[in-house]
C-alpha cells in the first residue's frame, strides 16, 4: 500500500536498468544484499579485499562481476572505477557499505585502534566517494548510499573508535547531499541497529532486537527505492535510540551511566 501511495506519488525509484556498485559484498549485509540487487539492477559490481570471498558470491549471479578493493587503498579503488569506467561508463548507484568495528579499552587507551577504525570506516568511505564521483557524474540519476550506524544517535560505551568514524561518515554524507543536489545526485544515510554478521558475532554483549542480514538488505533496498534520507532499521530498536539521544543531558546521563555500569567487564 506504501510502496503504492509512493508510486502515485512519483516517489518510486526502480533498480531496474541500474548499474550498481557495492563495497563490502563478500560478507554479512553486504552479502546479503548481493541477491536483493541482482535480481532488480541490470549489473552490480560487488568489491571488497577478499576476492576468494566474492568470486562465488558472483559466480551466482549472469549480471554481478567481482573485483578485490581495498577501501583504504585509493589506488585498487581507482582500478574498479577504471574497470566499470571502461565497460559501462557510468554506475547510477554506489553503495559504500565496506566497514569494520573495534571496541575501545579505555584502561588499556589504544590511539592506533582508533585511527584505524576511522581510517577503513570514514577515509575509506571518502576513497570510494573520490573514485566514484565522476561515475555517478556521468549517470542521469546518480545515487549515493553510505552505509552508518544508529550508533551516532547515542553514546554507547566502548564505541569511542566506532561511533567516531560513523559520526564522521553521517556530517561527511550530509553535507555531500547539500553539495551534490546541484548535480541532481541524491545522497541517503543507512543506520541500522543490530544485524547479525561475522562483524557482531564478535561481540560479547546483548543485542536487543537483532535482525538478520537478509531483512537489514531487504529494509535498504526498500528505502533505496525511495530515496530515503534516513534509512533505519529495526524500527523499534533505531526510534528507542533517536528519542533516547533526544533526551536533554539531565535525564539522558544518568541512564548511560546505569548502561554503561551494566555493560562493565567485572575486574580480576
Ligand atoms: N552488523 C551490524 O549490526 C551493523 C550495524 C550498524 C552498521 N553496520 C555497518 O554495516 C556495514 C557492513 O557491516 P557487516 O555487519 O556486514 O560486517 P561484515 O560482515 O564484517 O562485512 C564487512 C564487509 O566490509 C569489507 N571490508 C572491511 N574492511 C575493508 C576494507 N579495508 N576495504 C574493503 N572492504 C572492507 C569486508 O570484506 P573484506 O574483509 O574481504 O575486505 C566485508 O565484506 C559496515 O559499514 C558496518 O559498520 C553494521
Excluded at 500500500?1 to 560478507?27: C, E, V
Excluded at 554507547?156 to 559520526?167: C, F, N
Excluded at 548535480?183 to 558475532?201: M, N
Aim: glycine fraction near 6%.
Amino acid at each position: 500500500m506504501k510502496r503504492l501511495i509512493n508510486r502515485l506519488r512519483g516517489r518510486h525509484y526502480p533498480l531496474t536498468g541500474q548499474i550498481i556498485w557495492l563495497t563490502g559484498a563478500s560478507s554479512g549485509i553486504g552479502a546479503a544484499l548481493v541477491p536483493v540487487l541482482a535480481a532488480q539492477c541490470r549489473h552490480l559490481v560487488i568489491s571488497a579485499r577478499d576476492i576468494s570471498s566474492l568470486m562465488p558470491i558472483a559466480e551466482q549471479y549472469a549480471n554481478v562481476s567481482a573485483m578485490p578493493a581495498d577501501v583504504t587503498d585509493p589506488q585498487s579503488l581507482a582500478l574498479v572505477a577504471h574497470h566499470i569506467d571502461e565497460v559501462f561508463g557510468y554506475i547510477d548507484t554506489l553503495i559504500a557499505n565496506a566497514g569494520t568495528c573495534e571496541y575501545l579499552d579505555v584502561g588499556q587507551f589504544d590511539a592506533a585502534l582508533v585511527r584505524r577504525v576511522m581510517h577503513t570506516n570514514f577515509d575509506g568511505l571518502v576513497n570510494t566517494v573520490a573514485a566514484a564521483l565522476p561515475l555517478l557524474r556521468a549517470s542521469q540519476r546518480g545515487y549515493l548510499v553510505a552505509v552508518s550506524s544508529s550508533v551516532t544517535w547515542l553514546p554507547l560505551p566502548r564505541a569511542e573508535a566506532y561511533g567516531a568514524s560513523k559520526a564522521a561518515v553521517d556530517y561527511f554524507a550530509k553535507s555531500l547531499r547539500l553539495d551534490l543536489a546541484q548535480e541532481g545526485i541524491d545522497v541517503s544515510l543507512v543506520a541500522p541497529g543490530f544485524v547479525k554478521t561475522p562483524l557482531t558475532d564478535r561481540n560479547h554483549f546483548a543485542m536487543p532486537m537483532r535482525i538478520s542480514a537478509e531483512q537489514a538488505a531487504q529494509a535498504i533496498v526498500a528505502g533505496m527505492q525511495q530515496h530515503q534520507h534516513s534509512i533505519h532499521f529495526p524500527k523499534g530498536f533505531t526510534r528507542i535510540l533517536r528519542l533516547l539521544g533526544a533526551l536533554p543531558d539531565c535525564l539522558q546521563w544518568p541512564l548511560l551511566k546505569l548502561f554503561t555500569r551494566s555493560q562493565r567487564k567485572p575486574r580480576a
